[in-house]
């Protein structure tokens, strides 16, 4: 083992604050709840600006305008997912049944945040958290640190002005990878929450707590037969330039039925895209990507792609907004077909959908699995062949990936920047993490006899001459026996 290199974090403190927040928070209702997250959202969205510059300044990474709108959908939007959500107290009743869901708080949430979208993640987990009535720790990306720091301030004024608990929120100044892992594996933790690379989740879902990581896209996205072609090129490119690239639900890999190439490409190049050649693609891919660690470089995230071009030694004309690799292979052979979070695409053709499926789950397979593919279609049926023979959790359709995936945006999926992956990715889930989540929900359960466990049933049940069939037909007949009575009693009533 290790040794264990502090930095002076006093995690027994920093955890039985975090408890003693959790206790309190337990005896508040859905009205206080509420109060506290609408305070808290208006504090943070008023700030939305402030913190997308800091976060653009601290990081050099992506545009502050676009991380302006990944902060509007990590407050506006969740906030309104957030108000319909009952979390508090009873949620939901069965009368029939004599099933009542009551909704518990699970506890301290540790919160680990990432270099991409960092103030973003943080409004939103903090959000989710509040109107759970979690205390929530974060432990943001050291490259990040200070806007961090700041959205957690700027919630953490607004809850308390609300009457939230003291230490409902708190951040972490500065940790030793020693000291996260034992947060992360503290008695007093309730769910490790984590965004970030792939060793960072794999180290949160092995913490002994229970854990939603979230790690790589490689999202690829496929320009079907029936596309609108116009209007898939301008979503591709409103996508994968967001931000430069950084989310990780952002396009990879265009794969393009032989039949709309020409158009695709032609359309592609006069916004902007700078189509690489065979020697181009040779100087780019040791610029991106190392081969030694199977990571993409970090010296390229979200950059721009003339930047990016001028690293590898690559002229491009001063217009140029994407970088795009024409491949055949898919694999660490060919890296430009793995995750990149850059405007850098890579582009396969297809004959025929088959082809497409075998060429989107190969790149979905190296490093994707379970998060999210894109298609352009207007076939339904199409659609859903497509996705049936898909390893995603969300399968995006006419939609830009980025803002698509997120939610709220171009679909009605639940506003979020936890974005699960199912068994593929090593979750739970495939669903955009959200207040629900992060909830114990008990369940009374009401006395309702099993007409299929009366004694003389359990008698049939001991003799080897009665076979399924017959029992099958008896607790059918029992049971609409005492669903007819139940209705009865109902309209007399």
Known sequence: MADFISTGLDIEDIMAKAFLAAEEFRHFDQEKTDRIVRTVFRAAFNQRIRLAKMACEETGLGIWQDKVIKNVIA?????????????????????????MEIAQPIG???????????????LFKILISLKSRNPIIIRPHGSARKCSMEAARICYEAALEAGAPEYCIQWIKRSSESETLALMGHKKTALVLATGSTALVRAAHSSGNPAIGVGPGN??????????????????????????????ASEQALVVRACHVEQVKRLLKEKGAHFLSGEEIAKLEPVVFSKATHIMRVEVIGQPAIKIAHMAGIEVPPETRLLIAELEDVGIDSPLSLEILAPILAFYVAEDIDKAIE???????????????????NNEERIQYFASTMNAGRILVNTPASQGAMGGTYNSLSPSLTLACGSGGKNITTDNITARHLLNI????????????????????????????????????RNASRSSISSSHKSSN
Request: glycine residues 6%; proline residues 4%; hydrophobic residues 40%.
């Open 108 to 122: 301290p949430i540790l919160a680990l945040t990432p270099i991409t979208n960092p103030t973003s993640t943080v």
């Open 219 to 248: 999202v690829p996205v496929f320009i079907g037969q029936t596309a609108d072609i116009p209007l898939a090129v301008d979503e591709i490119i409103k996508s994968k330039t967001f931000d430069n690239g950084t989310v990780c």
């Open 75 to 99: 407050t506006l939007f969740v906030y309104h997912d957030l108000c319909r959500q009952k979390t508090v107290g009873v949620i939901s009743e069965d009368l029939e049944a004599g099933i």
């Open 359 to 377: 060429l989107c789950r190969r790149i979905n397979h190296h490093g994707g699995l379970g998060h999210t593919i894109s298609i352009f279609s």
């Open 442 to 477: 008990q369940r009374i359960a009401r006395r309702r006899e099993n007409k299929c466990l009366d004694t003389d049933l359990i008698k049939d049940f001991m003799d080897e001459t009665v076979d399924a069939a017959a029992i099958e037909k008896i607790c059918e007949e």
